[in-house]
């Protein structure tokens, strides 16, 4: 039985509004969380993800609040990541609506909670989320790529995409894998926001070196990004933000294109 690939609208929220940005940079007002949630939920999508980008920057819990409105109007799987550094985070997370929680500068910074949390919560419930960016200052010890002649490796970055780390985000993955992830939520910086096309290199590395379930994130701006990604790529899942915050592409007219296009999803 051939699995199906996941469409996952992703809600980027700021100040309790969806925003959407360039680079993780020059952020700008996208809609109501509630308002879209309930929308991409009734179009078909499989998942949503909620992403309070500014609470680990600012050293604050995401708005539970808000989780708890959006999770009031979806019935498909809900993923909320933003500041979670504790299982306690974790459990206000869940407790408010949410099937799984994402975390990233906190599992950076304390990779043990990832253990904690699949023991806790199950490995199921538990999303590592890696920003990676492109870094041409090759150093030892890094899964160096090459392309058009210019070598590089992928760093991970933190607090929303603000603050580079030194880690190399294809040995990261597999030290989450390790230690209790159950799914990677992978998002390139470089093509965040971009609109033109999901970083193949990036994702594809990262697939090969994991057997739990990818999602592929950033640069996407039309459905035949994703039928790129999804036949380059072994990937188990895209995110997408803009096409469909804008009214550009609905989810459902979106996953029937990649039906056409022999791509297997749910409809």
Known sequence: MTLTKRIIPCLDVK?????????????KDAGNPVDLAE???NEG??????LDITASDERRE?????VQKVASVIDIPFTVGGGVTSLEDARNILLNGADKVGINTGAIQNPLVITELMDLFGRQCVVVAIDAKRNYDVKENVTVFSENDAKFWFE?????GKKETGIDAIQWAKKAEQLGAGEI????????????????????????SLSIPVIA???????DDMVEVFKKSNVDAALAAS??????HGVNGVKNYLKEQKIPVRL
Do not use: Q
Request: include cysteine; charged fraction near 30%; charge should be negative.
């Open 243 to 248: 096409i469909f915050h804008y009214d550009e």
């Open 15 to 27: 100040n309790g509004r969806v925003v959407k940005g360039l680079h993780f940079k020059s952020i």
């Open 62 to 66: 995401t708005i539970k609040e808000l």
């Open 156 to 160: 991970v970055f933190i607090y929303g």
């Open 45 to 50: 999508a499989d998942e949503l993800v909620f």
């Open 39 to 41: 929308k991409y939920s």
């Open 185 to 208: 939520l992978l998002t390139s910086i470089d093509k965040d926001g971009t609109k033109d096309g999901y970083d193949l290199t990036l994702t594809k590395s990262i697939v090969d």
């Open 217 to 223: 994130s950033g640069g996407c701006g039309k459905p």
